[in-house]
């Protein structure tokens, strides 16, 4: 319908409302529980009564029925059943509730279950063992469905024409919505109306935990609603609770039978209660005999239903008010004498509500009375058997701001001041209260005065308290050398604090100027005079402090003592700086030029010359003045000594091929260092100055650098690489000159080797100069060197580095691209692996020795016992890295490459330096 039609359709004649027809989710809300309300047909016939519910067609307004289970299926009125939900007349339960449902209504007689409690087998009787069963599925599967489907449900049910489903009772365990009193919901009114046609409406009061509202139908003012107590004692053999959390609620222990749930609605308008927790009863799973326990009100409302029914087979002039009034007054009362909103008129009993049943009408006006001051006096109009309503007391005491209410409790009308209705909502009013004869009085407004003079006091409507906001002028006493007085809400005025005008400039005078309310800082040249006429006049800068003096004399040599200029006074006045030039000297005051060194070392394989930068001349060894071009013969290398020196075999002991310069060899050797002194298989006594190789093919040790033949003893290698044509990059972990060349341990040495092994010989150059690039903190020191597949060089620190393009900590590695080597060296730095990335952390997994092979991997060792994925060590060991990716996100696998432990080393022997020669 569209939105503008609305108000024509609410107008037309015979229309009380219009509702949104909207899909409701989760509409939904025996063994111990039918003898406990006394409904066992063996207790109606101890009593002398007979009532079955024969005759009687109860509709069940749910998810449907299970048609062939054992409870009820030869009692199903199969041509009556429809299916709201799906359009057919096929109302078979794909949820269970209604089965459920429909097994405590109407479940029948001769069946027994055995719970294994100890009791055997027990009765398993639903309330009406005899009536027709008419299913009407009105929600999914889901337990949800349309309102229009539930309302043409119920009114299906109550039809008594040949197309309706004739139904003499109608149970409804369903519900939306809350109400407090009375409704008009669509589903309410309907069951109302099915109320109008001689039809017994029954509804679940609903599982929210309302103290004072249901459901709807459950709020129809013709409609039976039931709330839920517990069937026993709990725990009991089936369900072997003490406490039970209901979601919304929790029941603790101890927990009795006839005690309402605590999820159960309670309402002023509850007519009775009835077991709903936790019933047993039919299940909609295949085979038509199993049985499930469920608890809640839709648990209870079966129970009142099939009562009904039972009330109606032995009386079925009844009206439904007759009917409800019989379950009332039979019903057992609990808590609260009379009514309750949690019992309503008590908890049902059958033999009870049957007795009256078979009775006959009211023939006095107190059988009629509801026991409830609120509704009136009940009459009985004697000719009819019929009970009246009676009228509700007029309890407005015509006093706008008290709450005016019936008490059932103290039978009588509560006039309650509300304050709240005579508040003005203003703060700074006062609270205006509520006399119950005079309405509403006038507030006190509130004292602000906090009696600190320098604060102002004021009611804040908006934060609906007082304001005390201090006010620092009140305090000021005009003086910028005392500082800036201020307000303190409690203590009042404070001084302040004169101002600090010290600039940590020694030859400035400071003082604070009241002129110009500023510091002022005078400086003083005196302050900084050295007395000396050649640094010139040192003055002082207001900034800077002070500041030297120029030179007096420029271009001129300056006489001290005399205090004056002159041309030259020692030799050093005349020396140019430059050693290649000689010594220059200072003649009668002239200068007079040096002679140039003579650089020539009569070695013919040096490149001689005269170095500016270090002031001293270089005889640098180049051994392409020694190479004969034989790959085989090795590389001839160039002693700055002994001139020439013949090479090394490059694949001894393997075979050389010169055609194709390589060797003939398989596998390759793993060159490492040890920290201290170390005991090798085949070699004896390694120094931590050495270098031994394992032969992976062989599986044999050997001394490969002898470094005290080289001048080593004083020194510990931590890093190694080898370049190709064999020259040996070291770093050391101290400083000290090796070879004639000085070194620290951030510095990188390249040895070219004349000889190795047990005779080791060669020469030493400064190959990285790492404080030219910014590696100068201890904790920068090289301690782990290897070259990359481009040949640029990759080194690791002894801690936490920060240079130019990289930063991190000892386990990371950073790759050099060099654009100069030797004693001046320059480049750019790069992250190439970053330890933390891969679960490197920590002083003992810092890195310390690291090889990169011709395959890309990175085989490393730390300093102490390590642990990560896919390897775990000891410093002896060494592990292979197998990277994904590089850089500043690392990743990959690792895997242990060599347990030294297992190939004759010590555990413990710490690895210094690593290299994978191919």
């Not at 650089?599 to 002031?615: H, Y």
């Not at 020191?781 to 597949?789: E, K």
Request: hydrophobic share 35%; with cysteine.
């Amino acid at each position: 319908v569209p939105q503008a039609e609305l108000a024509r359709l609410k107008a037309m004649p015979g229309v009380a409302s219009v509702e949104l027809d909207e899909y409701v989710e989760n509409a939904l809300y025996l063994h111990d529980s039918t003898p406990l309300v006394r409904g066992l047909q063996s207790q109606i016939t101890g009593a002398g009564l007979t009532a079955t519910g024969a005759g009687v067609r109860i509709c069940v307004v749910d998810t449907g029925i299970d048609s062939d289970h054992v409870m009820y299926s030869t009692r199903i009125d199969t041509a009556a059943g429809r299916d709201f939900n799906n359009g057919d007349n096929n109302p078979e339960d794909d949820h269970g509730h209604g089965s459920h449902v429909s097994g405590i209504a109407l479940g029948g007689t001769g069946l027994s279950v055995d719970f294994g409690c100890g009791a055997g087998s027990e009765p398993f009787q639903g309330m009406a063992p005899g009536a027709t069963l008419i299913g009407c599925k009105v929600l999914n599967a889901a337990g949800g469905g349309l309102s229009s489907n539930i309302v043409a449900g119920i009114n299906y049910c109550a039809d008594q024409s040949p197309t309706g489903g004739r139904a003499d009772v109608i149970n409804m365990s369903i519900g939306t919505g809350n109400f407090v009193g009375n409704c008009t919901h669509a589903w309410a009114v309907a069951a109302n109306n099915a109320a109008t046609a001689g039809v017994v409406p029954v509804a679940a009061s609903g599982n929210e935990n309302n103290t004072n509202s249901m459901g709807s139908p459950a709020c129809g003012v013709n409609v039976i609603s039931v709330g839920a107590t517990y069937k026993g004692n709990y725990p009991t053999c089936e369900d072997n609770l003490s406490s039970i959390n209901w979601g919304n609620c929790v029941d603790s222990a101890p927990i009795n039978t006839d005690e309402v749930v605590c999820f159960s609605n309670e309402s002023d308008l509850l007519d009775v209660s009835a077991p709903g927790a936790i019933i047993w009863s039919a299940s909609n799973a295949a085979g038509g005999g199993s049985i499930v326990g469920q608890a809640g009100t839709s648990m209870a409302s079966p129970q009142v239903a099939g009562l009904a029914a039972l009330i109606l087979s032995v009386d079925p002039s009844l009206t439904p008010a007759q009917v409800r009034q019989i379950i009332r007054d039979g019903a057992i009362d609990l808590g609260a004498p009379g009514h309750d909103r949690g019992y309503g008129w008590g908890r049902i009993d059958a033999i009870n509500s049957l007795q009256l049943a078979a009775g006959g009408g009211c023939t006095s006006n107190p059988e009629c009375d509801d026991g409830l001051f609120c509704n009136g006096a009940e009459t009985c109009d004697i000719p009819s058997g019929n009970c009246q309503a009676g009228t509700a007391p007029n309890c407005n005491d015509s006093v706008s701001c008290t709450t005016d209410s019936c008490n059932e409790g103290t039978d009588s009308c509560d006039h309650t001041p509300n304050n709240g209705a005579c508040s003005d909502g203003l703060f700074c009013n006062g609270s205006e209260t509520c006399n119950v004869t005079l309405g509403c009085q006038a507030g006190t407004a509130p004292n602000c005065a906090d009696s600190v003079a320098c604060t102002v006091d004021s009611c804040n409507e908006g934060t609906d308290s007082c304001d005390h906001t201090p006010n620092n002028g009140a305090c000021s006493d005009g003086l910028f050398c005392n500082g800036s007085e201020t307000c303190n809400v409690t203590l009042g005025c404070q001084a302040g604090t004169a101002p600090n005008c010290a600039d940590s400039v020694a030859c400035t005078v400071d003082s604070c100027n009241e002129g110009t309310d500023s510091c002022d800082h005078t400086p003083n040249n005196g302050a900084c005079s050295d007395g000396l006429f050649c640094n010139g006049a040192e003055t002082c800068n207001a900034t800077l402090g002070c500041q030297a003096g120029s030179d007096p004399c420029p271009g001129q040599a300056c006489d001290e003592g005399g205090d004056q200029c002159v041309a030259c006074i020692v030799n050093g006045d005349c020396d140019d700086g430059l050693f290649c030039n000689g010594a220059e000297t200072c003649s009668a005051g002239t200068c007079q030029a040096g002679t140039t060194p003579n650089c020539d070392d009569a070695v013919a394989c040096t490149d001689d010359s005269c170095n500016e930068g270090t002031d001293s001349c270089d005889n640098v060894a180049n051994n392409a003045n020694c190479d004969d071009g034989l790959f085989c013969n090795g590389a001839e290398t160039c002693s700055g000594t002994l001139g020439c020196q013949a090479g090394t075999d490059p694949c001894a002991p393997d075979p050389c091929d010169e055609g194709t310069d390589t060797c003939i060899t398989a596998g390759g050797e793993a060159w490492v260092t040890f920290i201290d002194n170390a005991t090798v298989p085949g070699v004896g006594t390694a120094t931590n100055e050495d270098i031994v190789a394992y032969d992976l093919t062989a599986g044999t040790w050997s001394l490969v650098f002898d470094g005290s033949d080289v001048g080593l003893s004083s020194f510990v290698i931590d890093g190694l690489a080898v370049l190709t044509g064999g020259d040996i990059l070291l770093s050391f972990t101290g400083a000290g000159t090796v070879g004639g060349v000085a070194m620290d341990d951030s510095d990188i040495l390249r040895f070219t080797p004349t000889s190795l092994g047990a005779a080791t010989a060669g020469t030493f150059t400064m190959y990285f100069d790492g404080s030219d690039v910014g590696l100068t903190t201890n904790n920068e020191d090289v301690d782990a060197i290897s070259l990359d597949a481009g040949g640029n060089l990759v080194v690791s620190t002894l801690g936490t580095f920060s240079v130019t393009g990289a930063s991190g900590n000892g386990e990371d590695m950073i790759a050099f691209s060099a654009t100069s080597l030797g004693s001046t060296t320059a480049g750019t730095w790069a992250m190439l692996f970053d330890g933390s990335d891969v679960a490197l952390s920590g002083t003992a997994e810092n890195v310390d020795g690291a090889g990169i092979t011709s395959g890309g991997t990175i085989l490393l060792s730390t300093t102490g016992s390590f642990s990560v994925s896919g390897a775990a060590g000891a410093n002896e060991d060494v592990f292979e890295f197998f990277p994904t990716t590089l850089g500043t996100t690392t990743s990959g696998t690792f895997a242990i490459f060599l347990d030294l432990s297992t190939i004759g080393i010590a555990t413990g022997e710490d690895v210094g330096a690593l290299e994978l020669v191919e």
